[in-house]
């Protein structure tokens, strides 16, 4: 049998770090599905590995544990970068897969695909085409380079056809599926832990959340807001702020809370109306999510999860690569301008904020279309390599 003829391997799907999992748990349950699929292979990198990071959020997704992980770890961008090529390159000469399926904008993401690519494996990148335009971003450069070189592109909303295209990339490559995060948030909405559990099973005092007044939910981890004294304690007054209006609700990623004790900031929080707690799982966090009356983050996923809960998000970052969320969403970009910040909780609790409306097949059914189109182009381009051959 020639090369090329070799009997198709498996699907090897990639996650590394936490908002890859929800977003690859509806895939993995779609590809397993479709029977003209070949099987699936999950390989985590270990770009995240602390156990809140990971454990909890498979079990909550449903996700089943890796086939292979590769242990990275933190480190530099280069480093980790780096790591999680080499150690992903005899993964694939040893599988040899039907294609590589990479979601999101980790570092991982673009390890993976960068190694995907120059073996020839077909790449499908999911989510793919959203842009910030801020290269001080570290995920724009991930987005961009992933996106040159995938073969199949799956787009969560239209605009992000646009961007693909201003950068070259051919049409036939771009597919507008939907987004698979919305997917899991849907499959399990009626599953999210109610916040007083939650708190209670933190030890935390519950009648926060079980006040009448509501309560916020926060979470803060772009290294543009927490990594320089001068950003992290800005961002800190305008969380003690807002906690002067409405009660906050704050699962700390471990960067946040490292620096939170490197710059000695810990005291800012002291006597603020902020229940600090170790980062959550899946179900609790769409609990708190459901539940507030509104949502402060700097988190690309938790602005499309609040618009389609239609809960009104504050976005404390300079620009989104998820436009759909302010122009038809409940989102607003408010960087860490105290009184636009202040402005907008107000607002919100006195009229319930923005309502917006719920994005174009944000359904609950991409990833079915997505192992749908899969399904097909594997097999024409099996055919035509067969046809190649003979
Ligand atoms: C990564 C992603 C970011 C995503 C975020 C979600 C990149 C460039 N960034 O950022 O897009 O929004 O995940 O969480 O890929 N750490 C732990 N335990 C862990 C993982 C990390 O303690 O399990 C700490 C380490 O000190 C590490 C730091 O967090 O140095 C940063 O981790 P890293 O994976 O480099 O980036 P994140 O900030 O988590």
Redesign the pocket.
């Known amino acids: 049998m020639g090369e090329m003829l070799r009997p198709a391997g498996p699907i090897v799907c990639v996650v ?4 890859n999992y929800m977003k690859m748990a509806p895939l993995i349950r779609a590809f397993r599905e479709c029977r003209g699929l070949p099987g699936t292979v999950l390989v985590h990198t270990g ?4 156990l809140a ?2 454990e909890r959020l498979f079990a909550d997704l449903e996700l089943p544990a890796p086939d292979l992980n590769l242990e990275v770890g ?2 530099t ?1 280069a480093a ?1 970068t780096a790591e999680v090529m080499r150690r992903f390159e005899p993964v694939l000469d040893e599988l040899r897969p039907a294609c590589v399926v990479v979601v ?6 673009l390890a993976c695909s960068l190694v995907a690519s120059k073996k020839r494996t077909p790449l499908a990148h999911v989510e793919a085409g959203l842009r910030s335009f801020d290269r001080d971003m ?2 724009e450069i ?1 987005r961009l380079l992933t996106d040159q070189i995938a073969d199949l592109l799956y787009t969560t909303e239209r605009d992000a056809a646009v961007n693909l295209a201003r950068e070259g990339i051919d049409a036939a490559r771009v597919h507008f599926v939907g987004n698979v995060m919305i997917d899991s948030l849907l499959a399990h909405r009626q599953r999210a832990t109610p916040p007083e559990r939650t708190l209670a099973k933190s030890n935390a005092d519950s009648s926060i959340v079980t006040s009448a007044a509501g309560f916020g939910a926060v979470t803060l ?3 543009s807001n927490v990594d320089s004294p001068d950003a992290l304690g800005e961002a800190l007054a305008i969380l003690c702020d807002v906690a002067a209006r409405v009660p906050l609700v704050w699962p700390v ?3 946040t809370r ?1 620096n939170i004790e490197r710059f000695g900031f810990a005291s800012m929080l002291a006597g603020a109306r902020i229940v600090l707690l170790e980062p959550q799982g899946y179900l609790e966090m769409l609990g708190l999510l459901v539940n507030a009356r509104l949502v402060l983050t700097d ?3 938790i602005q499309e999860e609040t618009t389609a809960l239609s809960v009104p998000c504050l976005t404390m970052r300079e620009n989104t690569e998820r436009p759909i969320t302010v122009s038809q969403g409940t989102n607003d970009i408010v960087g860490r301008d105290r009184g636009r910040v202040l402005a907008c909780v107000d607002e919100i609790l006195r009229t319930g904020g923005k309502r917006g409306r719920v994005p174009e097949l944000w359904d609950g059914k991409a990833a079915t279309r997505i192992a749908a189109h899969l399904e097909t182009w594997l097999a024409a381009r099996a055919s035509a390599l067969e046809q190649r051959a003979s």
């Open positions: 590394g770090a936490r908002p770009q995240h590995y602390d990071m990971n933190s480190g961008h980790q999101g904008d980790v570092n991982s993401t570290p995920e991930n981890h772009r290294p990623h471990p960067r490292a988190s690309g996923g």
